[in-house]
């Protein structure tokens, strides 16, 4: 039999270390899922299962942040995504699985890294991870919500053309132009709209560089959210609003707004935007305005929608 090649170090030549070494080498290129129970009700669910090992949460969690943190050691790419006792359920049952087997769950944590993404591990301490999964979380379903409104909204009734995917494209060039206006600066956006089950809600972050030519960083994923919550609401021609705020070194922030009326998003005055920032959102009484912030008014990004 031939001998392999020493490639450890050890100078051994009968094989095992070699291929020791090259599976060690391997597995640190295959990532791995991590299905977290961030929520104290789903954990207390999964006690319900004998062969779930855990029945204390902080325990839980701790274990979880030594083995996220070995993984790193190793130099596996790790995601996490969370682990929903209720869904867990669901899919079993759907599968013919039995959800009292670690089998099961390895399957369902497999797919959830598939479907749902989740984060990937950069070694937060499991503290500031729950927070990062649960919003990434909240993005997702406020994402598909919002696409799902946009997939039944249907076609105009004049020209047959699909009012979802034109909102899609409205959405789009009122965010580019949004940007663009504002000037260099990090633009800090949120989008709210009211929806038929919940309020849909998307938070952006660019940055646009000094000088000419200066192009906006968007982050892929976050614009995809801002668009799509956006164009829902241009698409049920609701209420809604849009906040930007633009933060410059060494000068006063600048806060812009603007409202959804009837499928368009229209500027509102600096009077409005000063009411509506210093307005208490529940109780209704006026607030004080915040210092080293000028309110001033919109200004216009879209086109009237042709679609009823």
């Known amino acids: 039999m031939p001998r392999s090649h020493d490639t450890t ?7 095992r270390p070699v291929r020791t070494g090259r599976r060690r080498t391997l597995r640190r290129e295959v990532p ?114 919002a696409s799902t409104l946009l997939a039944e909204v249907g076609r105009c009734a004049d020209c047959g053309e699909d009012i979802g995917t034109a909102s899609l494209e409205r959405a789009a060039e009122a965010l580019r132009r949004l940007v663009d206006r504002a000037g260099p ?18 938070v952006l972050h660019a940055d646009t560089g000094d000088g000419p030519g ?28 849009l906040v930007l705020r633009t933060t410059t070194e060494g000068d006063r922030d600048r806060v812009h707004g603007w409202r959804l009326d009837r499928g368009r998003l229209v500027p509102l005055s600096a009077a409005a935007v000063f009411n509506a920032y210093c307005t208490d959102a529940d109780t209704g009484e006026p607030v004080g305005p915040e210092p080293g912030v000028d309110y001033c008014p919109g200004y216009e990004v879209d086109e009237p929608g042709p679609h009823h």
């Not at 170090?9 to 094989?15: A, H, Q, S, V």
């Not at 200066?214 to 609003?241: I, M």
Request: charged share 20%.
């Open 9 to 15: 170090g050890t100078g051994t030549t009968t094989g």
């Open 32 to 145: 791995s899922t991590v299905g977290l129970l961030a929520d104290a009700g789903d954990f207390a669910a999964m006690r319900r299962y004998r062969s779930f090992a855990f029945d204390d949460h902080r325990d839980y969690l701790d274990h979880v942040d030594r083995l996220l943190r070995s993984l790193a050691a190793r130099g596996i790419h790790t995601t996490i995504a969370l682990f929903d006792a209720d869904e867990y359920a669901d899919y079993c049952a759907d599968r013919g699985l039995d959800p009292d087997t670690p089998g099961s769950r390895t399957r369902f944590t497999a797919d959830l890294g598939g479907t749902t993404g989740g984060l990937p591990y950069a070694g937060q301490p499991i503290d500031d991870l729950v927070p990062l999964l649960v919003d990434a979380a909240v993005r997702q379903a406020t994402w598909e919500y």
């Open 185 to 202: 600066g990090h633009h800090h956006l949120v989008c709210s709209v009211p929806a038929p089950a919940e309020q849909l809600v998307a």
């Open 214 to 241: 200066g192009r906006p960083r968007v982050d892929g994923r976050d614009g995809l959210d801002f668009v799509t919550v956006l164009a829902a609401g241009l698409a049920l021609g609701g209420p809604g609003g």
